[in-house]
């Protein structure tokens, strides 16, 4: 359970506006994660609820708007949350937390506290 | 051309001479404590031979001297800072020092961040100043700047060259607050059956796991108890959201297991019910307070 990997990621840039109308159209479908097959359920998920992924800041610093839009955009185009944990990570609490019902400001609050 | 004139040229046009061995060649240290990144860029003197340095033609005494070479010791900062006790707000600031035969040498961190060695600060109300207090150290070659010493709420900030040491305290603005109010403790304070799940996801046998008050702070503690855990400090890191801080053997927190340790608390008809998850949500075991 001990990891640091969040020391250096604190980018302080607000969480977006999910975009009207998003759709999941661009998440990496399973054919394009032959080589990650235990993520395919996880994409499935984000795919289905673009509306709230798009409306959270990815933390893991790895790249910044305009480049990256959303922690949705992290699972779209070259699929940088195949290869990082906090990507992955805050999507998966993104997912549940959606699934008990919690608005997408009770998920920010919860994504922040955990990943910023 | 004078020697001096050629000096300042090649140090001015590093992409021309980049590939030159210089006498000072050019380092930097950097250290991020919780966030605050500190970052100290400075030419390293070496002393190459000479037993004695300070109160010598190299470095005067009552010199304003950066602790470098060349241009002068940067010392950037992207938040606010207090060092030795003095607030330094966040930016970049070139470093000298007026060494003293005897007595505190002061620190200044000068908000003009680009000067040359050969043209030290005056003194301005804008300037930190601080009083240091000199060490003496094992000899040391090439000056060196390190953070030989690293806490939860900042460090060491240190810079050794001869026999001299100079060091200085470093506080950052801490991110979590490690304090728990009484008043709310008892809201999660008791005894939990904990039942933690195996890698397959079936339930373990349940053990006990107790919540407490202790030192202004809100404490956990697994029964039996957790060789690396032991009893650890409960951060609040958002409502109802706390991340799991380890103690070491000096009673300081030096580490927050975040995102690898969150416990989620419920209540749900009037019980309480806790989760904990690790940084990809998976769920390590679950807790019921007992009434």
Known sequence: ?116 | MTFRFVALAAIAAPGILSAQIRASELGTVSQVIDGTKITLEYSRPRARGRETLFGTKAVKWNETWTPGANWATTFDVNKNVKVQGLPVAKGKYSVWMVVRESGNWTVVFEPDAHRYHMSPPDSSSKQVRIPVRIEAAPFTDVLTWSFPELRMNGGTLSMQWERARVSMNVEVEPSLAMTFPAGEAAAYAGRYVFVEKDSAGKDKTPTTFTISHEDGTLKGQFTPNDPYLKKFALVRIAPDMFAAAVYDKNGQIYEVLKPDMVLEFKRVGGNLTFTIRDGDDVLYGAGTRQH
């Open chain 1, 1 to 116: 359970m001990v990891s640091s990997r969040l020391a250096w990621a604190r980018p302080d840039f607000p969480h977006p506006d999910p975009r009207p109308g998003i759709t999941g159209k661009n998440v990496l479908t399973k054919e394009q994660l032959a080589a990650s097959p235990r993520l395919i359920g996880l994409f499935d998920s984000v795919r289905e609820i673009p509306e709230v992924l798009d409306g959270i800041r990815c933390n893991c610093g790895c790249t910044a708007p305009p480049e990256l839009r959303s922690l949705l955009s992290c699972f779209e185009g070259k699929g940088m949350a195949r290869d990082c944990s906090i990507c992955q990570g805050q999507a998966r609490l993104a997912v549940r937390l959606h699934k008990e019902g919690k608005s997408l400001r009770e998920i920010r609050t919860a994504i922040d506290a955990k990943f910023r």
